[in-house]
């Protein structure tokens, strides 16, 4: 009788509750056990704030624009010594190797730059894994020792490749300046009055 009445009273005939029980499924997600909301570890997860590191961030505003100019000028004087180079005939070719090689070292030079300017973007996204993996879980200190650590490498490479910029301007002004009679006129004038 009284599983009648409060079947009844909720507007549902006995015979159709059954049927509706039957025929609707589970639900798919298991109901929030409320205990996690009152110990405060969700106001403990999302109270979690991780913050850019400043110096780090300014070093990289610093050297990014030398690196893109860095790449100008690679790319600007391999154009220039490439436009240098004479037509291909038999022998007397030593100064256009020469220009073939400083070439070759200028793009060296300029594949160095985009690397480091790719590491200098991938440091931010690995940054940022981590500090998610921080704001999901807070109490791990692994994750924060990791970002410091992080932080560190990054700071380490900026300085290294701040010094690795100036010898790559003093080696591209090296090379260039004690070859540039062969990269101006890789042929001397005699040969070619010859022919």
Not at 15 to 43: I, L, Q
Not at 109 to 114: D, G, L, T, V
Not at 168 to 195: A, H, T, V
Request: with cysteine; glycine share 4%; hydrophobic share 35%.
């Amino acid at each position: 009788v009284v599983s009648t009445q409060s079947t009844e009273s909720s507007g549902i005939n006995a015979e159709y509750g059954k049927a509706a029980a039957v025929s609707s499924p589970p639900p798919a997600k298991r109901r929030r056990n409320d205990s996690s909301h009152e110990n405060g570890e969700d106001k403990m997860r999302f109270g979690t704030k991780v913050y850019c590191n400043a110096i780090v961030s300014e070093l990289i505003g610093i050297l990014k624009p030398e690196i893109r100019e860095l790449i100008e000028y690679c790319n600007k004087i391999k154009m220039w010594i490439q436009l240098l180079i004479p037509k291909m005939e038999d022998g007397n070719n030593f100064g256009v190797s020469i220009q073939e090689e400083t070439i070759s070292e200028v793009s060296t030079f300029c594949e160095f730059a985009k690397v480091a300017f790719d590491d200098m973007s991938r440091y931010f996204v690995t940054r940022g894994k981590v500090s998610s993996k921080i704001v999901k879980y807070p109490h791990l200190e692994d994750y924060v020792q990791y970002l410091t650590e992080l932080d560190e490498k990054q700071f380490l490479h900026i300085r290294v490749f701040a010094n690795d910029l100036k010898m790559i301007y003093c080696c591209m002004f090296d090379i260039i300046n004690k070859n540039l009679e062969k990269i101006k006129m890789p042929r001397s004038q005699m040969s070619s009055n010859l022919y």
